[in-house]
């Protein structure tokens, strides 16, 4: 299952004067919504999506509507009334009003970031793999990041989130085997909290220390396009 969270305030962009949720502005005959969902076109015919979202300016009938013209085969949404505690229990909110069964792998990514023609990895370690999170090589404060092991397989031995322990800075998607490994991950971050936010990232260092197979796959950074601030979603518009 294909899992979007797209439940947050848009603060900067409303600061900003856009009187819309970021992922209905229009950019270049789309809206950012399509354009950031046109990421997982490969898997719009077999694959579930959740969209998981606060209802606001009508946007239940505006994802029905953007699904349907992407020709997403199975689009479910779960709509919260409030603000969440992070992304990692926006995602587990979803999961629990969409009644998601522990055994299905889901992937979570942002809705203000695009991957054009994203696959999952065709490699040996994927199919014995407990998760992964997708990166490129960057710097800054403002990402999660991955600490590799050393050898040829990319595995994770930590995970942080606005901490650079490494030059693998995450695109925002992350892959879990089975949603009973988020679950369990996310129960055992809100005993012991690494952040004032529940983040996604951090909840693989739980699945790390109890022996789970955490993988990471690089991607260039021309690969990913970042559309999360105004500054970003302005300069794209002049692309």
């Known amino acids: 299952m294909i899992i979007i969270p ?19 502005l229009p950019l270049h005959g789309r809206s950012v919504f399509a354009h950031a ?10 694959r579930p999506f959740l969209f998981i979202a606060r209802d606001i300016a009508g946007t239940a009938d505006f994802i029905a509507g953007e699904c349907a013209a992407l020709g997403i085969a199975d689009a479910r949404v779960a709509l919260l009334t409030a603000p969440t505690a992070g992304q990692a229990e926006t995602v587990a909110l979803g999961l629990a009003g969409a009644a998601v069964p522990e055994a299905m792998p889901l992937t979570i990514f942002n809705i203000d970031t695009f991957r054009p023609g994203f696959r999952f ?30 050898g040829a397989e990319p595995l994770a031995l930590e995970t942080a989130e ?24 996310l ?28 993988h990471y796959q690089t991607v260039a950074a021309e690969e990913v396009v970042f559309c999360g601030i105004p500054a970003e979603y302005e300069a794209l518009l002049q692309t």
């Open 121 to 150: 990895p065709e490699t040996i370690w994927f199919a014995a793999s407990d998760g992964y999170l997708e990166v490129f090589r960057g710097g800054g404060a403002n990402w999660s990041y991955v600490r590799p092991a050393p």
């Open 6 to 24: 797209m439940a947050g305030l848009s603060r900067r962009f409303a600061e900003a004067g856009y009187a819309l949720p970021k992922y209905m």
């Open 187 to 214: 129960a055992a971050e809100r005993a012991a909290p690494s952040a004032p936010e529940l983040y996604v990232a951090p909840l693989y260092n739980h699945l790390i220390r109890r022996g789970g197979r955490i």
């Open 37 to 46: 969902i046109g990421s997982f076109a490969s898997c719009f015919a077999d």
């Open 162 to 185: 606005k901490r650079p322990i490494s030059d693998l800075c995450c695109t925002g998607l992350y892959h879990f085997a089975r949603t009973g490994d988020f679950h369990a991950a």
